[in-house]
């Protein structure tokens, strides 16, 4: 089954036992349905605007905070890995994909912004981090931000967070 371990450095929004266990959902749809089934781990970080600011100029070249930031550690391209994934895991069998880390003061500010819920938009974020983590990018072109859009609909609606 594959996994997350969830690391909270923030103060300002509370991380409740069901976000936690709604964005494993998340990870665990996307990552389904790009055919990593079973042995996956990732690890999520939530944050203030403060620290993923300092994250996104140290990493990104960005002064500015940002809602989610990911860090692959195995190289995909779209959805299909760009190595042998069974080379990939440690000698317990896991697959480390890599590191999400999520502003949820951000999270909470978008999800008033855009007039649905805190729960719907930290999903979102998830799983758009997911998909960040094998391969698909929203910033090359506009049939590959469709791609990623149309999946992320498909997992926010299979985890019951559909607008």
């Known amino acids: 089954m594959n996994t997350a371990e969830f690391i ?36 999520v970080t939530f944050v203030s605007d403060k620290r993923i600011r ?23 391209s779209e959805g299909k890995p760009m190595c042998d994934l069974e080379d990939e895991r440690d000698e317990d069998g896991v697959l480390f994909l890599g590191d999400i880390i999520i502003s949820l003061e951000r999270a909470a500010a978008q999800a008033e ?4 819920s805190f729960m719907r938009e930290a999903g ?4 758009h981090s997911v998909l960040h983590l ?19 609909e498909a997992v926010l609606k299979k985890v019951g967070l559909a607008r």
Do not use: W
Request: with cysteine.
């Open 8 to 43: 909270n450095r923030q103060r300002k929004v509370k991380v409740t036992a069901e976000l936690k266990e709604k964005l494993i959902e998340c990870i665990r749809t996307a990552l389904s349905g790009e055919g990593i089934e079973d042995g996956a781990h990732v690890d």
């Open 54 to 76: 300092e994250i996104n100029r140290e990493y990104r070249g960005k002064d500015a905070a940002t809602d989610v930031l990911s860090f692959p550690m195995v190289e995909f």
């Open 113 to 116: 912004e855009y007039g649905h």
């Open 124 to 127: 979102f974020l998830c799983t």
């Open 134 to 152: 094998v391969g698909y990018d929203h910033e090359e072109d506009e049939p590959s931000r469709q791609t990623m859009r149309k999946k992320e």
